[in-house]
C-alpha cells in the first residue's frame, strides 16, 4: 500500500538555524507531492506543492521542498527558522491517477526558540 | 469570505451515543473530504464524496456514515459503532477530484468521549 514516512516526529531549533525536515513516499507511479503545515489553534494550511516541472519547489514564508524521484523523497528546507515557524508539519502524497485523495505522513512537531 | 465551517468546534459525548459533525463549504467545490487527525498518526480519510448524491469509505470508514444532499454540505456521524471515536476531525474540499487538485481544510472539530 502507498504509504508516506515523516523521519522525526519532534524537531527542536534555536531561532536563525537551518530546518530540513525529511519525507520519504512508497509508490511507483507519477505522484503529487504536499506540504501542509499547522500553526498553534489554526487550520491546516498549504506550505508548497510539487506537480511537475522543476523539482525545486518554493512555498510561502521562505520554505522550499525538492522533488528527488529516484529517493522517492520531498524534503522541506528553510535556511533560517524563526519563533514563529513553530507548528506540526504534514508531507502528503497524491497519486495521479486515483483523484483527490490525499495521503498523509505521521507529522513533524517543530518547536523554535527564540 | 470563501472558506470551509465546522461546527462544533468542541463536543464531548458518552460513550454509546451517535453524534453528527457539520460541515459546510462556500468555495462550490464539487468534493469534499473527511480525515481523522491523532497525534504520531497524521491524517487518515475517513469518507469522500466527488459530488453530490455520491460517497465512498476512505481507510477508515468503520463506525462512521455520512451524507451529500446538497453541494456545500457533508457531514460526518460518528456512531455508537465506533470503538475509538476521540480524536480531532478535520473536513476539506477540493475544486474538482483529479490528482492535480489541493485541498483546503476547516478549522476542525474535536471529539472526546466520556
Known amino acids: 500500500a502507498q504509504s508516506v514516512s515523516q523521519h522525526n516526529h519532534h524537531v527542536i531549533l534555536s531561532e536563525a538555524a537551518s530546518l530540513e525536515l525529511g519525507c520519504n513516499y512508497s509508490y511507483g507511479g507519477t505522484v503529487n507531492l504536499f506540504w501542509y503545515v499547522q500553526y498553534p489553534g489554526q487550520h491546516l494550511q498549504l506550505l508548497l506543492k510539487y506537480f511537475s516541472g522543476d523539482p525545486l519547489v518554493k512555498g510561502i514564508k521562505g520554505f522550499e521542498a525538492e522533488f528527488i524521484k529516484s529517493k522517492f523523497s520531498f524534503n522541506l528546507r528553510k535556511p533560517s527558522v524563526q519563533w514563529s515557524d513553530t507548528a506540526e508539519y504534514f508531507c502528503a502524497l497524491m497519486i495521479y491517477n486515483q483523484g483527490g485523495k490525499l495521503i498523509f505522513g505521521q507529522g513533524t512537531e517543530l518547536s523554535v526558540k527564540p | 469570505d470563501g472558506g470551509i465551517t465546522q461546527s462544533p468546534k468542541y463536543l464531548f459525548r458518552k460513550e454509546g451515543q451517535n453524534v453528527t459533525l457539520s460541515c459546510e463549504q462556500n468555495l462550490n467545490h464539487d468534493a469534499m473530504y473527511w480525515y481523522r487527525q491523532d497525534p504520531g498518526q497524521g491524517l487518515r480519510l475517513i469518507y469522500y464524496?466527488?459530488?453530490?448524491?455520491?460517497?465512498q469509505k476512505g481507510d477508515i470508514a468503520e463506525g462512521y456514515s455520512v451524507s451529500r444532499e446538497k453541494k456545500e454540505s457533508f457531514p460526518l456521524t460518528v456512531t455508537s459503532a465506533q470503538k475509538n471515536p476521540t480524536a480531532f476531525y478535520l473536513c476539506a474540499s477540493s475544486l474538482g477530484f483529479s490528482g492535480a487538485n489541493v485541498l483546503t481544510f476547516g478549522a476542525g472539530s474535536r471529539l472526546t468521549v466520556l
Open positions: 464524496s466527488q459530488i453530490v448524491n455520491d460517497f
